[in-house]
């Protein structure tokens, strides 16, 4: 059980002290792993982003995920999801609006400057935990076609058969807790309040003004 974001953040950095030097790049995934991206940044001293990836609802049930979508369009579908077994078309469809979603983020969190480029860099991907992995794994994805020297997963906490699925898609993975019982993430974090648009945007700019001292 973890207190806070903030809590896991600082052991998923000392899991991660050995990068401090690269100046890594730090790409959270909003809106839970922005707080804990930035600490880890802070930590590493590194370069904090965000990488934009939805998750795809089900037909008829978009709380129930049948795979995410990166802001390259690449999807990555649940693995015990057949696109057979979807409505001809509905993919297509429900990828086109969670990207109109993913570019409206884009344009919210980064109006100033284009997001950093990951190539050639050392890369940490950090979200405050993951279920299905499916939305990790299309971040993981999408950074990977940019180029990274070295990428690394970093997560609060994951069932153990995601957390194994995430080795995979990475060089490296933390992720600090894997129980044997898994419902939600937020049944791990005493206080898991929400983060809103507005937090992200705060933190996202305080993270460019310290880069500009």
Known sequence: MFRDRADAASRIAVRLAHL???????LAVPRGGVPMGAL????????????LVRKLGAPGNPEY??????????????EDVDPDDLPPGYLEREAAAQLD????????????????????RTVIVVDDGVATGSTLLAALRAVRARGPSHLVAAVGV?????????EAAADEVVC????????????????????????????????DAQARE
């Open 176 to 207: 600090v807790e894997t129980p044997r019982s898994f419902f939600a993430v937020g049944q791990f974090y005493r206080d898991f309040s929400p983060v809103e648009d507005d937090d992200v945007i705060a933190i996202l700019r305080a993270a």
């Open 20 to 26: 401090r030097g690269t100046r890594p790049l730090v």
């Open 65 to 78: 995920a049948v795979g995410a979508v990166g802001e390259d369009g690449e999807i990555q579908l649940n």
């Open 101 to 120: 979603t993913l570019r409206r983020r884009r344009r919210l969190y980064s109006p100033v400057r284009p997001p950093l480029d990951p190539a050639g």
């Open 40 to 51: 880890v940044a802070e930590a590493l001293d590194g370069d904090l982003d965000v990488v």
């Open 158 to 166: 994951a069932p153990r058969d995601t957390a194994s699925t995430l």
